[in-house]
């Protein structure tokens, strides 16, 4: 590992935000202070006015693999989570097969090792994700698996769920729910409301959403567990989680980039790549998330990246998959819905780094399992898996030019502001000058 300083950066720790030189050594934050003298043969980055503080965690990554290799795999997955900052994805249970199992989640886990980033897995809660017969959740568990998700649809059954979480209370591990009634939902590729109804799309009303995060918050309640929201796309759930962490219950919420920084209008143009679930919402509801997000009432940012192979995407708007990729942008999205110039640097890596590492329990170095320490405090003595992001910087998005093995970005020729610049991730410098290492 060779031995890297970072100079003149804004350090986000513990402590607040600080101006410091960092230097990694042996996979270590081996030093922080002022004016630090390089030492022989290492590796010194200027980062001035730049922000440094613990990798992201993406809490939402659809690796696809194992079954739609096409699409991504875990290793291309890696590489478009470093140029996005991450040094942490828990990748998505919704595979084909589904990680429902031992076996399937130890072959994500072991693929995941061969590349330079924590890959942790989130499991199904029901077998084949069927909303049925419960997932061996236990046996999971017993592999560090520390989230469990249905993703890609809710558990549809409240007794299911309520049979899940009093399950999963006395492992300590924590349900994620991908909030949508289907029966409300139904063959909805849009946002309800007029918009639909002029552009002839079929409405997914934000009630279907909404209705679901009210039933966990009364199941949580009910069986004393814990719960975690995906994708948040409405004014009202957060409204409703926000009342329910008031009432003290032990629930999270996640949004997306794309959901802060996009609305239903971009439907309009027929365009599948704006056709995601739940789906874009109204303006009112943009704002809203934002709202919230900059109040510090969500919990974190987390992407959804759904990779597509261009075949698929390639279909009319209600005929094809939703989902949009999201690693790589996310950091400058992010960035955007904060306000870029009057974005708060803690704030920013709270919701991609600390938030996200505490709900997947990746924050102190699990041996047993291998997992990396994720969201750290910037201490001497620490792992070092660090992300700088420069505020002033500006690029254009190519979706010719990402790391993932498909291209569906809604972003694709986009000047977007703030861009991550280095990372470091167990320990060894992954991404330098915005290049892989």
């Keep these: ?209 909404e209705i679901m995060v009210q039933r966990d918050i009364d199941l949580v309640r009910s069986t004393g567990s814990r719960m975690h929201f995906l994708h948040l796309s409405t004014a009202r759930s957060i409204d409703l989680v926000v009342a329910a962490k008031v009432e003290g219950l032990d629930i999270t919420c996640e949004v997306t980039p794309h959901h802060l920084t996009l609305d239903e209008s971009t439907c309009a143009t027929y365009d599948p790549i704006f056709k995601v679930h739940p789906p874009l919402r109204s303006s009112h509801d943009v704002l809203a998330l934002r709202e919230a997000l900059r109040r510090g009432l969500i919990d974190a940012v987390a992407t959804d990246h759904a990779p597509h192979a261009p075949e698929s995407k390639d279909r009319a708007f209600d005929e094809a998959p939703a989902g949009m990729l999201g690693l790589e942008t996310a950091a400058s999205l992010t960035f955007e819905a904060l306000g870029q110039e009057k974005c708060d640097p803690e704030l920013f890596f709270s919701v991609l780094s600390r938030g996200p590492a505490r709900i997947a329990k990746l924050q102190k170095n699990n041996e047993l399992h291998g997992l990396s320490a994720q969201g750290g405090e910037l201490l001497v003595g620490e792992e070092a898996n660090l992300t700088v992001f420069n505020p002033m910087a500006t690029w254009t998005v190519d979706a010719r030019a990402l790391q993932s093995r498909a291209s569906n970005t809604p972003f694709d020729g986009r000047v977007m502001t703030g861009r991550v610049s280095a990372v470091i991730a167990k320990g060894t410098l992954v991404l330098h000058e915005g290049k892989l290492q």
């Design 1 to 209: 590992m060779k031995t890297v300083l970072l100079q003149g950066g804004r350090l986000i720790t513990a402590a607040g935000v600080i101006e410091a030189d960092l230097r990694v050594s042996n996979g270590i934050i081996a030093e922080i202070g002022k004016s630090l003298a390089p030492a022989t043969g290492e590796l010194v980055i200027d980062v001035s006015g730049q922000w440094v503080g613990p990798g992201f965690v993406d809490l939402h990554t659809h690796l696809r693999e194992p079954g739609d290799e096409a699409a991504e795999t875990i290793s291309s997955g890696a590489r478009a989570g470093i140029v996005g900052g991450f040094t942490a994805l828990l990748g998505m249970p919704n595979t084909q097969p589904a990680l429902d199992n031992v076996a399937l989640v130890s072959f994500v886990l072991a693929e995941g090792k061969r590349t330079p980033i924590t890959i942790a897995v989130a499991g199904a809660i029901t077998q084949g994700r069927q909303g049925e017969q419960l997932a061996p959740m236990a046996e999971m568990a017993g592999l560090g698996v520390q989230i469990f998700t249905d993703d890609g649809s809710g558990v549809q059954s409240a007794g299911v769920m309520r049979r899940a979480l009093s399950y999963a209370k006395p492992l300590g591990v924590r349900l994620a729910q991908h909030c949508e009634d289907a029966t409300l939902a139904g063959a909805g590729v849009m946002n309800e409301g007029a918009l639909a109804e002029s552009l002839g799309l079929q409405g997914r009303s934000g009630i279907s959403e």
